[in-house]
Structure formats: C-alpha cells, structure tokens
C-alpha cells in the first residue's frame, strides 16, 4: 500500500460525500498518482464499513466492467468487484429519484443468487453453475462519482464500482442444462429497444465474471457465501436516463424487469 491510513480515510470521506450529496469530483489518482490496487479497495473497504456503521447492510456482491463493450466504453482491461446495501435495492417495477444521483446509467445484467458457498483461489466456472441456485434479470444502475464519468481503474475500484441501484425480477431460471452464453437479452427505454445483447459478452460466460470475483476474494481472505446475490457485470454498453424514462430488461428464458425514473 502506498497511502496512510488518515489519507484513505480522508478519501472514503470524500468519495462517499459525493455520493450522498450528489455532487461529483475529479479522480482521485489526479492527485494520488501512486496509489495502488491495495490502496484502491481499501478505500472501498472503509466506503462499506461506514455505511455498516450507519445501519446499512450488504445484501449484495457485483462485478463491473465485466464486457469487452464496457472495457472499451470506460478505456480499461480488466473487471472489478463491489458491494451492494440495502439502500440500492429498487423493487421490481419501482421508483428510482434522478435526485438522489448524480448522472445515472443502466446495464443489462444477469443476476446469480448462490446455494453453496463459494471460494477462491482456483474457482472456475464449473464450479459456479454448480453453486448457483438460480439466475435472473438485472439491472444495474450505475451512478460514478466522478466528473463526466470519467475515471481510471484505481479510482473506480475506490468509488464502489459505481454502484447505485439495482433491481432484480423476472422468472428465475435453474441454470442445470441452460448456455447462459447464448442466452440473449434486450433493454427498452420508454418501450424502445435501445441496447442488444447475449451472456456471452461477459467474459465468454457471465460464470467467469463470478468466479473472477470469488477468486479475488480469496486472494484477500474472503469468500462468497451461500444465498449470495451477485450481479454479474454490464452485458452492453451503459445507456444514459433521466427522470420520466421506464426501463425495461427482457432476458431469454427469465422473463423481464423494470425500473421506473421519477
């Protein structure tokens, strides 16, 4: 690690400020250049044990820029990994305030929730299909704290991911005989197809997305447990929203959700 601790917490301080005044800022390798990957989830560490603190819980693990389209949207080349509290979570169909982020974007995701424990190192996809109890459609919404969504790998591994909101819905799918590969979806906005897509395009199965991140939880001592609802990384490039836009994500097989934006 490269930062003290006063400095990592002056950072959580900042970054989490941000998100609950809605304002946004430069990242914070401009002015921490040397900081590394230690450094950067550190930061997120210190991010979600003050929401604990305040009485939130986690009820929720995600992988982001997961898809060869979101390394190119956001110019990197690598996945990483957040949290999710109880806060983000929208009902199926519900209300999301515009007010309460800053420049809000949605992804098309398919949603594990696990039966069994998972660990790292050496986890595969064999061994995530065989710990999921079922998968689902999800939408994530992402909300980057940073100026213009602008921001290198580092400061968005401090930043959460850019996690925001979520919902999950739809007809759960056992995931025993099904390619989650070929599985294709379609986002609508206001009833308009604007984003296409298929499992495939998360690291040539979404699985591997959630291997990656139980394998980076094992690298750290951790693990993923059982009941464990992962979202498993944008299938398609973010699409922008706004207040008075209804999103809808149709997955083959699950059935669909929606978040409305008020």
């Given at each position: 690690?490269?930062?003290?601790?006063?400095?990592?917490?002056?950072?959580?301080?900042?970054?989490?400020?941000?998100?609950?005044?809605?304002?946004?800022?430069?990242?914070?390798?401009?002015?921490?250049?040397?900081?590394?990957?230690?450094?950067?989830?550190?930061?997120?560490?210190?991010?979600?044990?003050r929401?604990?603190?305040?009485?939130?819980?986690?009820?929720?693990?995600?992988?982001?820029?997961?898809?060869?389209?979101?390394?190119?949207?956001?110019?990197?080349?690598?996945?990483?990994?957040?949290?999710?509290?109880?806060d983000y979570?929208?009902?199926?169909?519900?209300?999301?305030?515009?007010?309460?982020l800053?420049?809000?974007?949605?992804?098309?995701?398919?949603?594990?929730?696990?039966?069994?424990?998972?660990?790292?190192?050496?986890?595969?996809?064999?061994?995530?299909?065989?710990?999921?109890?079922?998968?689902?459609?999800?939408?994530?919404?992402?909300?980057?704290?940073?100026?213009d969504?602008?921001?290198?790998?580092?400061?968005?591994?401090?930043?959460?991911?850019?996690?925001?909101?979520?919902?999950?819905?739809?007809?759960p799918?056992?995931?025993?005989?099904?390619?989650?590969?070929?599985?294709?979806?379609?986002?609508?906005?206001?009833?308009?197809?604007?984003?296409?897509?298929?499992?495939?395009?998360?690291?040539?199965?979404?699985?591997?997305a959630?291997?990656?991140?139980?394998?980076?939880?094992?690298?750290?001592?951790?693990?993923?447990?059982?009941?464990?609802?992962?979202?498993?990384?944008?299938?398609?490039?973010?699409?922008s929203?706004?207040?008075?836009?209804?999103?809808?994500?149709?997955?083959?097989?699950?059935?669909?959700t929606?978040?409305r934006?008020?």
């Open positions: 690690m490269k930062l003290d601790h006063n400095t990592i917490n002056a950072l959580a301080d900042r970054l989490e400020g941000c998100q609950l005044q809605q304002q946004d800022t430069t990242k914070i390798t401009d002015d921490h250049p040397d900081m590394d990957w230690d450094d950067a989830y550190a930061i997120q560490d210190e991010i979600r044990r929401k604990l603190a305040r009485g939130l819980r986690v009820i929720g693990l995600k992988a982001g820029l997961t898809s060869h389209a979101k390394m190119k949207q956001m110019g990197v080349s690598t996945p990483v990994f957040g949290f999710m509290t109880d979570a929208v009902p199926d169909g519900g209300e999301c305030k515009v007010s309460e800053i420049h809000p974007k949605v992804e098309p995701e398919i949603a594990f929730v696990t039966k069994t424990d998972l660990r790292g190192p050496g986890c595969h996809i064999g061994a995530v299909l065989a710990a999921t109890d079922f998968v689902m459609p999800g939408i994530e919404v992402i909300d980057s704290r940073y100026r969504f602008k921001f290198d790998l580092k400061s968005v591994v401090a930043d959460n991911t850019s996690a925001a909101r979520f919902v999950v819905g739809g007809q799918m056992r995931v025993m005989g099904a390619d989650l590969r070929t599985v294709g979806i379609v986002l609508e906005k206001n009833g308009v197809p604007v984003a296409f897509g298929a499992g495939a395009a998360v690291m040539g199965h979404p699985a591997a959630i291997a990656a991140l139980a394998n980076h939880l094992g690298e750290r001592g951790e693990f993923i447990p059982a009941g464990t609802l992962i979202l498993s990384g944008g299938i398609t490039e973010a699409v929203v706004q207040a008075g836009d209804n999103v809808t994500l149709r997955v083959q097989g699950m059935g669909s929606s978040i934006f008020v």
